[in-house]
């Protein structure tokens, strides 16, 4: 899987917007982008994916522009409970992957009142 | 629907022991996957089940991990004997059929493991 590199952490405040920026320069043709989500004492839970442009969900919005090299998440008007890991991964997404997920250091996200 | 279950969620034991970890994944999902966190380190993928069969055990660390699946239903991850460096948080994940590399997975909440 292509190697990511992210923010270890990331400060914000309550209503404020977050953009969380993902750097995979290595990204092959066939790639997509995943975010996961981890709260602490809880497994990770995915958040979105998508391969090229905008992909947007109840959740968040991923931003991917056009040499894929890298993506950014945005988290609309962040509470405390938006408080979490967030990590980015890259991969492919066909029947010749076995679906391992190969996790980084993730961004420490800390929303303030 | 139920979500990914594990137990026990905590588990202290001595070095040289024998722990059972148990995780039962959503109903209906052939792929069930472990994972595991050592302290300060990032998560890593331990191997994959689909149903009943071994996909890949490529993260398995060595000899003393045995994971099964019976049945295709849920599954265990045994570690005899434990030692001090298998401390961490073991995840659990399935994913629906067909879906292997889709990338969406449903995590468990873990079990902490704790060798003393």
């Known amino acids: 899987l292509a190697k990511t590199t992210q923010p270890i952490s990331m400060d914000s405040y309550e209503g404020q917007e977050v953009n969380i920026t993902c750097s995979h320069n290595n990204i092959a043709t066939n790639d997509y982008i995943t975010w996961y989500q981890q709260f602490p004492s809880q497994g990770p839970r995915f958040i979105i994916q998508g391969y090229k442009t905008k992909v947007t969900n109840e959740v968040a919005s991923l931003f991917i522009p056009a040499d894929r090299k890298s993506s950014t998440l945005s988290l609309p008007r962040v509470s405390l409970s938006d408080t979490a890991v967030y990590y980015c991964l890259v991969g492919i997404k066909g029947s010749s992957n076995t679906g391992k997920l190969i996790f980084g250091q993730g961004t420490t996200l800390q929303v303030k009142p | 629907e139920a979500g990914v279950t594990q137990f026990p969620s905590h588990s202290v034991i001595e070095k040289g022991q024998t722990v059972t970890l148990r995780c039962d994944p959503i109903?209906?999902?052939?792929?069930l996957y472990w994972y595991r966190r050592v302290m300060g380190k990032e998560i890593k993928f331990l191997l994959h089940?689909?149903?009943?069969?071994?996909?890949?055990e490529s993260g398995m660390p060595n000899n003393r991990f045995l994971a099964e699946r019976t049945g295709g239903t849920y599954s265990t991850l045994k570690v005899q004997p434990a030692e001090l460096e298998d401390s961490g948080v073991y995840f659990c994940a399935s994913s629906q059929p067909g879906t292997a590399s889709s990338y969406e997975q449903y995590f468990g909440p873990g079990t902490r493991l704790t060798v003393t």
């Open positions: 109903s209906g999902h052939d792929n």
């Open positions: 089940f689909v149903k009943e069969s071994k996909q890949d």
